[in-house]
């Protein structure tokens, strides 16, 4: 039910996992997923081609969406307006079967780095600055290294790099020492990529907090929310989706709180109270 193109015809809704595709394998499964999903709620769901260059935000402003991942602190600062369908449970045993991930600081396996403090003074690398996971997160998680005779820790940041895989490659190819990177982002490259997991080496991560979730435009009607969202909650024992809930490393989804992402913007706060506006 779910193919690739514009969203609209016959009443169809968009879906779309840009922020945890990083690869074909993940990008296969979320539309095997979509596909279930769209017959077990009979909601007609269009799995929408939004991949970089094209913008997040663009895509955050449509008001058609019916399923597409959203980041928590851009969700708070748009007012929590977005209808909240469900949450991934990452397969990972560091979450505890929780809808909530963390940053990863990522070095080079070879690197002289083995405590995120030895990367200071060199180059420190990102994704956009609206980012929680790849901006907002790993600055409140620095702020607890700052002093007054030190008040920047970096020597440059390398960025905005947009995508987890540019962020990752900046490391790879010596641009920048360290980057931060979604936890779950990582995961899903580590299973599809073998070769990677020797090339890296993870540093340091920040405190967790919930996972970024699916979300339909604030005009979906409550009807079709909850469809989507009771298919989604079934997803997670489906037989038949056992493979799809693999490739995605997932355990299933949750439910979460839209008051549980002011985090994000409590995390903000504090970094700018502290004149911190950027993790340099």
């Not at 549980?260 to 109270?273: C, F, G, I, V």
């Amino acid at each position: 039910m779910a193919v690739a193109g514009e969203s609209g015809k016959g009443g169809a809704l968009a879906a779309n996992a840009r922020m945890y595709a990083p690869n074909a394998q993940a990008a296969d499964a979320w539309r095997a997923l979509f596909d279930w999903v769209s017959a077990r709620s009979g909601v007609p769901l269009v799995v929408l081609d939004h991949g970089f260059p094209a913008r997040l935000e663009d895509l955050w402003s449509r008001d058609d969406l019916g399923a597409a991942f959203m980041c928590g602190w851009p969700f708070v600062r748009a007012g929590s307006r977005h209808r909240i369908v469900a949450a991934p449970v990452p397969a990972a045993a560091r979450y505890g079967g929780r809808a909530e991930y963390r940053t990863d600081f990522v070095v080079r396996a070879e690197s002289a780095i083995h405590r995120l403090e030895d990367s200071f003074g060199g180059r420190l690398a990102f994704t956009v600055d609206h980012s929680h996971s790849g901006y907002n997160a790993p600055r409140h998680h620095l702020l607890r290294f700052r002093k007054a005779d030190r008040p920047t820790l970096y020597a440059a940041t390398v960025g905005p790099c947009v995508t987890p895989k540019r962020v990752l490659d900046a490391v790879l190819d010596g641009s920048a020492d360290v980057a931060p990177l979604d936890g779950y982002t990582l995961e899903l490259m580590l299973r599809h990529d073998p070769e990677l997991g020797p090339r890296i080496r993870i540093v340091a991560s920040t405190d967790p907090v919930p996972m970024p979730p699916l979300v339909a435009s604030p005009s979906v009607p409550d009807g079709v929310v909850e469809a989507l969202r009771a298919a989604f909650l079934a997803s997670g024992e489906a037989p038949a989706l056992a493979a799809v809930r693999e490739a995605l490393v997932l355990a299933g989804f949750a439910v979460t709180d839209p008051a549980d992402y002011a985090l994000t913007e409590r995390w903000a706060a504090e970094a700018l109270a502290a004149g911190y506006p950027a993790p340099a």
